[in-house]
């Protein structure tokens, strides 16, 4: 098995990444020292479709395999 990092899952990392940073540390810091969600960062995250990415399309998912 090649375990080996491909362009496809850096870029998917660069992708993910781009958008948890528009909320930043202070956003993350502030929820959960009021024991709040973080939900505005997981709902931009499933806008782009990077939620349920392993779940197979069966269940309304990528069914992504890596």
């Known amino acids: 098995m090649d375990f080996s990092t491909t362009e496809e899952h ?3 990392r ?3 990444a781009g958008i948890a940073a528009r909320f930043g540390n ?3 810091t502030r929820e959960a ?3 709040e ?3 505005e960062l997981w709902q931009a ?3 782009h479709g990077y939620l349920g990415i ?3 399309e ?3 998912a990528a069914g992504r395999a890596w």
């Open 58 to 60: 069966d269940y309304g």
């Open 26 to 28: 202070e956003y993350y």
């Open 14 to 16: 660069q992708a993910a």
């Open 45 to 47: 995250l499933g806008k």
């Open 33 to 35: 020292e009021a024991r």
């Open 10 to 12: 850096i870029a998917l």
């Open 37 to 39: 969600l973080t939900s």
């Open 54 to 56: 392993n779940v197979p």
